[in-house]
């Protein structure tokens, strides 16, 4: 997993609380150079790094997701909100499309993006968000919090 040099508010590394489950089921899109073919953008191979609300009275249920490639882990290539459940659930007041944005992943108005992060977040929701990554998503955002919860607890002095 690529060390993080920008954190987004409120949010913690999954990797820094949880590596070795980090390390074993990370998901890397790899692009490769098609023989014959002039590729539209400076784009390269990339690694995520996701980060989740740190706030164990929130029940946000999202993930935040930083696109960053391998060879320059400085620099922050899409920041990607991400949620696991029903577009229902994200139903907000004062925007009514932001249920569906978030469902099918968008980038992050907050943080950092780059010029490729559109083509990311096209990528992120073509080839990465199917069924089983949302599952996983859904059970390290439980394995984080549990872990949190564990960490946090303090016996009481005797």
Known sequence: MPKQSRFIRGTIPFHSVLPEIAQREVRCVHLQAVPGVTPSSGLSAGEHAWFYCEDLE??????????????????VLASI??????????????????????????????????????????????????????????????????????????EPSK
């Open 58 to 75: 929130c029940d946000c249920r999202r993930v935040f997701l930083q696109v960053i490639a391998r060879h320059r882990q400085d620099k």
């Open 81 to 154: 909100n991400c949620g696991w459940e029903k577009e229902s659930f994200y139903r907000m007041s004062w925007d009514s499309d932001a249920p569906r944005q978030i469902v099918r992943g968008s980038l992050d108005p907050i943080n950092q993006q780059s010029e490729h992060a559109e083509e990311l977040l096209e990528l992120f929701q073509r080839h990465v968000l199917d069924a089983a990554y949302r599952l996983r998503l859904r059970r390290h955002h439980q394995l984080f919090r549990d872990e949190l919860r564990r960490r946090r607890h303090v």
